[in-house]
Antibody
Framework: QVQLVESGGGVVQPGRSLRLSCAAS????????MHWVRQAPGKGLEWVAV????????YYGDSVKGRFTISRDNSKKMLHLQMNSLGPEDTAMYYC??????????????WGQGTLVTVSS | QSVLTQPPSASGTPGQGVTISCSGS????????VYWYQQLPGTAPKLLIY???QRPSGVPDRFSGSKSGTSASLAISGLRSEDEADYYC????????????FGGGTKLTVL
């Protein structure tokens, strides 16, 4: 069965960087697009970014464009999110999600349990 | 402010039916599939409905989805206490460079 395990969250000061990772298993990782979705405490879901199956296409939400970079390593079945210039508004639970297909415009089909990022001085 | 509009709350008694609406525009719901997610308290979201009205295996047929124009609905029949959760609609949005958009979520209370 699909398993997605996020890591890398923690407390970080405003303006600093953080890199999240997601280890995938139970499916052919190289055949599917992958998403990051976040949820601020007590708030709704916000889509962050998506990468295509081969890493050739990426899309970002407006609030993170230019600051965050999504990437993948198919040989290691790993998804990453490099987050720069972090602000308090980036405080959230970050979920990794497997897409329903290989491209970037397919839905989030399976979700990990999330990793919590807190931006605070 | 979310791109897709959902009522913040809904409620019903066990055995009743309830419907949750999701309103968008031609760039999202009007031209693309709608998806619904269920988030039980303290857990990750789970896919409930895909491509407007399809249920993943394991999702009870008490849950159904529909779409008309720029709006969509999630219907839950025979409410059970374990249905108490937050429900989110989502769709791909074709405007500008493209992005996924969510509704603000609807908290369902089973009275």
């Amino acid at each position: 069965q699909v398993q997605l395990v996020e890591s890398g969250g923690g407390v970080v000061q405003p303006g600093r960087s953080l890199r999240l990772s997601c280890a995938a298993s139970g499916f052919t990782f190289s055949g599917y697009g992958m998403h990051w979705v976040r949820q601020a405490p007590g708030k709704g879901l916000e889509w962050v970014a998506v990468v295509s199956y081969d890493g050739s296409n990426e899309y970002y939400g407006d609030s993170v464009k230019g600051r965050f970079t999504i990437s993948r390593d198919n040989s290691k079945k790993m998804l990453h999110l490099q987050m720069n210039s972090l602000g308090p508004e980036d405080t959230a639970m970050y979920y990794c999600a497997k897409s329903g297909c290989s491209s970037t415009n397919c839905h989030m089909a399976d979700w990990g349990q999330g990793t919590l990022v807190t931006v605070s001085s | 402010q979310s791109v897709l509009t959902q009522p913040p709350s809904a409620s019903g008694t066990p055995g009743q039916g309830v419907t949750i609406s999701c309103s968008g525009s031609s760039s999202n719901i009007g031209g693309n599939y709608v998806y619904w997610y269920q988030q039980l308290p303290g857990t990750a979201p789970k896919l409930l409905i895909y491509r407007n009205n399809q249920r993943p295996s394991g999702v009870p047929d008490r849950f159904s989805g529909s779409k008309s124009g720029t709006s969509a609905s999630l219907a839950i029949s025979g409410l059970r206490s374990e249905d108490e959760a937050d429900y989110y609609c989502a769709a791909w949005d074709d405007s500008l460079s493209g992005s996924w958009v969510f509704g603000g979520g609807t908290k369902l209370t089973v009275l």
